[in-house]
């Protein structure tokens, strides 16, 4: 029998998680009436405490459960033949992890805490089953999977048609918006990732992503002090996206 690879969490029995949480518009929860909210309740059978640089799940293990993201920060990443980390995705609280392991029954890559995170853990076969009972429930969930297309295509854009500071802006704003979505404000905050992260991310080497920070410093576009960012103009980096659109 093969043993999980998953390192050690801290489980904490809950009842009222969804109930009482203030991401419930940005999670399962929007949507569902009180009644529909307490039987996801039911559904949700534990929250786990994930150090930094813990795993939550490591690519190949078997799908069991999707993780709500109640406190913290993630990256996913897969490794590639020759070895090196290639940086997938970026989740914040309110976001879905796992998705990944839903079509072939096993994890796809690996999902590792970007600071000490909470999670709430939705065994999924219990979840299917509930989504065939509350209407709303599934529709919301497949809400959330449209949303991981829609990220995987804007990234692809990314990839295959922007320059190097048109990448920078667009991530830059699209944290942002995420940040805004949480109540926090739009134009500071502080970013969990590692520059060597965002450019594997991006597509980019380390200097690059670097060399393009302190343009956009030369050009009053944001402040930078090693991982804190303060957007100071907000228009600009949007002209550099509407740029490449024309």
Do not use: W
Not at 30 to 54: H, T
Not at 118 to 139: A, D, M, T, Y
Not at 168 to 194: V, Y
Request: net charge negative; with cysteine; charged share 25%.
């Amino acid at each position: 029998m093969q043993m999980k690879s998953v390192i050690p969490v801290t489980t904490l029995e809950i009842k009222t998680a969804c109930s009482q949480c203030n991401l419930r518009e940005l999670c399962l929860p929007f949507g569902l009436d009180p009644n529909e909210v307490d039987q996801l309740d039911e559904l949700v059978g534990s929250r786990r405490k994930i150090k930094r640089q813990q795993h939550l799940y490591r690519s190949g293990d078997t799908f069991e459960a999707i993780y709500a993201i109640r406190a913290g920060s993630f990256k996913t990443d897969v490794i590639l033949e020759d070895g090196r980390d290639q940086v997938t995705g970026f989740q914040m609280t309110g976001e879905v992890l796992g998705l990944d392991g839903i079509s072939t029954e096993h994890h796809s890559c690996n999902a590792i805490a970007l600071e000490d995170s909470e999670v709430c853990v939705i065994p999924f076969g219990r979840l299917e089953e509930l989504s065939r009972q509350v209407e709303s429930l599934q529709h919301q969930f497949h809400k959330i999977m449209s949303r991981e297309i829609v990220r995987d295509h804007g990234v692809m854009m990314l990839l295959g048609s922007m320059r190097a500071e048109e990448r920078l802006a667009a991530f830059l704003l699209n944290m942002s918006q995420r940040f805004t979505a949480r109540g926090f404000s739009p134009s500071e905050f502080h970013l969990r990732m590692t520059r060597d992260e965002i450019g594997s991310y991006l597509g980019l080497k380390l200097e690059t992503v670097s060399r393009a920070f302190s343009r956009f410093q030369e050009e009053g576009l944001v402040a930078v002090q090693q991982k804190h960012i303060r957007i100071l103009d907000t228009p600009g980096l949007k002209r550099l996206l509407n740029h490449h659109a024309v």
